[in-house]
């Protein structure tokens, strides 16, 4: 999320993208130190002041170091 980006902007974009067939997204709210994690069907799961991001089962053996 750039600073110029609504929020309420870029949730409705993550939708769309799990809408469209996209089976995880990851809106980084550095701003406010916060997560939310998208996928298929699912409601959307919130991480405050995350210290990594991963996602075996999509990104097999990928860790995003949030350095938050």
Known sequence: MSPSDSLK???????EYMNGGEKLGWLIDQKNRR?????QRKKVEILDYPRS??????LPGFVLDMGL
């Open 9 to 15: 902007d870029v949730q409705k974009k993550m939708e």
């Open 35 to 39: 997560v939310e994690i998208y996928r």
């Open 53 to 58: 991001l991963s996602r075996e089962d999509v």
